[in-house]
């Protein structure tokens, strides 16, 4: 599979290294949004969380917390902004799942993850949640 991030796991691309475990690889985004932005891969190819078995979701998750504290600890950001863009539609460019950790500082002229999308679509709160009954 041509994956870009494939190749980083197989030391086919060369990386910034983090943060490094058993099952993920967290290196630096080499177009940063930021001062320390970093994303944390699974070591296997997923393009989406919803692939994964619940305990490779969980080592996933475990991994992603831990290149979390490397970077706060680290860069001592004064907060993050930390998640994935899943599917072309949502703005995911790479097609194997990673976690963007992005180090926030005061000052910094970012926003919130509501600055993502302001489009509530044409349901009430009510009836989206009818949808979600049985
Ligand atoms: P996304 O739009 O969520 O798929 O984000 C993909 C991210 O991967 C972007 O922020 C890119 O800057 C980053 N990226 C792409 N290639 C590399 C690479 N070789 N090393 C580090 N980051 C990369
Ligand atoms: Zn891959």
Redo the contacts with the bound molecule.
């Keep these: 599979m041509d994956c870009?991030f494939c190749k980083?796991i197989n030391k086919e691309?060369p990386?910034y290294t983090v943060y490094e475990d058993e099952n993920v690889l967290a290196?630096?985004?080499?177009?940063p949004c930021a001062l320390g932005h970093t994303?944390v891969i699974p070591k296997k190819h997923f393009e989406t969380p919803l692939e994964m078995s619940v305990d490779e979701y969980k080592n996933y998750s475990v991994g992603v917390q831990a290149a979390l504290q490397k970077v706060n600890s680290t860069l001592k950001p004064a907060g993050f902004n930390v998640g994935?863009?899943q599917n072309k539609v949502a703005?995911?460019?790479?097609s194997h799942l990673?976690t963007?950790i992005i180090p926030r500082f005061e000052g910094d002229g970012g926003g919130s993850m509501h600055s993502i999308i302001k489009n509530q679509g044409e349901k009430t709160v009510q009836e989206v949640y009818e949808l979600f009954k049985n």
């Design positions: 870009i980083i691309i990386n290196f630096l985004d080499i177009f994303v994935w863009n703005g995911q460019a790479v990673h963007h």
